[in-house]
């Protein structure tokens, strides 16, 4: 006797559904140029893209400056994601501190009678659209609340993205293209549990902007905050980082290593947005619900509320500490 194959089908087309909605659109809004982390949490979110975990919508530069791009478009370049689009900001935080000088990673030559890029990339500085306005060109072409922003630099592009009007993209002004696509924003930055002494720095800087963004993002987005406590336990010494890049010195994470002067208390804190965007709640201990109100001098004060719409990580135990670095070394692709 035939079996009935159609429930099979169609328990197999659920599944296929389902699975594919389980991908998340990220659009990473970095300062890359200034600490390592940076390029660890892009590194990650290829490697997650590698997997189909995540559509990587593009990436905002938001440090000033051509250089800064620059090394955005060799990372993309460099792990296969030419087509991912930069958005750099146009007038944001001047001459912020460096802590970690990278920005002539794009200019290195091979050995080979120093004639060619060991990192080539696409260095045309018009192809680079203010950061806000690709943020409302992604958005605008995304299904609503269907985005997920890792903040892990300054809040310059995202405050200007509220503040933005109707364009060619929308019709829709920044605060209402936002609270109509963007589900979720990850975002590094403010200091809890009783750290009111600690100005965290990505707020310290542009407190305008900071100011902007809270006052008009839209209380539907829910917001995740990864403060510095979270990622201080978390410390990849750079003899590690060399060692564990040990099939070839052309990988722009070494070179950097190689390079610079990276022995400066760099800690891993803009890999945990990614991370907690990505795989979810499960990896972290967070706070209960509450509001978040951010001071002249960008302390951030978290008022508990079930009704509200931050959270914030609370750091792990060395046993969660492992699991991170495990989760960074995971993403490294042997070339």
């Known amino acids: 006797m035939k079996k009935n194959i159609f429930p099979l089908i169609l328990f197999t ?30 590194q990650m979110l290829y490697h997650y893209a590698d997997s189909d975990e995540i559509n990587l919508l593009g990436i905002i530069v938001d440090r000033e400056g051509k ?9 993309n370049t460099y792990y296969g994601y030419e087509e991912v689009p930069i958005g750099l900001v146009k007038n944001g935080i001047k001459n912020p501190k ?5 920005k002539k990673l794009p200019e290195l030559k091979d050995r080979n009678e120093g004639k060619n890029l060991i990192f080539p990339y696409d260095c045309y500085d018009e192809s680079y659209p203010d950061g806000y306005k690709l943020y409302r060109k992604l958005l605008a072409s995304q299904p609503d609340k269907s985005v997920v922003v890792c903040s892990i630099g300054f809040l310059t592009c995202l405050s200007q993205l509220l ?9 829709l002004d920044g605060v209402e293209l936002v609270k109509r696509k963007v589900n979720t924003i990850y975002l590094m930055g403010g200091a809890f549990n009783n750290e009111v002494e600690q100005i965290e720095y990505n707020f ?17 987005v829910d917001r995740v905050f990864s403060p510095g406590s979270a990622g201080d336990p978390i410390e990849y010494r750079p003899e590690n980082v060399i060692s564990d890049i040990d099939w ?4 722009p994470i070494k070179q950097v290593y190689l390079q610079c002067e990276c022995d400066t208390g760099q800690k ?39 009704e509200g719409n931050f959270r914030y990580q609370i750091p792990g135990d060395k046993a969660w500490s492992e699991k991170i670095l495990s989760e960074i070394k995971d993403s490294y692709e042997k070339k």
């Not at 460096?98 to 990278?102: Q, T």
Request: hydrophobic fraction near 40%; charged fraction near 25%.
């Open 13 to 42: 087309l659920i599944s296929l559904l389902s699975c594919k909605q389980k991908v998340k659109s990220i659009i990473l809004d970095t300062d890359i140029g200034s600490s390592t982390d940076d390029l660890f949490a892009m």
């Open 67 to 75: 250089e800064s791009a620059y090394l955005a478009d060799l990372m």
């Open 98 to 102: 460096v802590w970690i000088d990278y």
């Open 163 to 171: 503040q933005s009007q109707a364009d060619e993209y929308s019709d």
């Open 204 to 220: 310290s800087k542009g407190i305008d902007f900071v100011e902007k963004f809270f006052d008009l993002l839209p209380s539907e």
């Open 248 to 251: 070839t010195d052309n990988h």
């Open 268 to 306: 891993m804190w803009d890999v945990l947005p990614v991370i907690n965007a990505v795989k979810g709640d499960d990896w972290f201990t967070l706070s209960p619900r509450g509001k978040v109100k951010v001071l002249r001098d960008s302390r951030t004060i978290f008022t508990p509320d079930p």
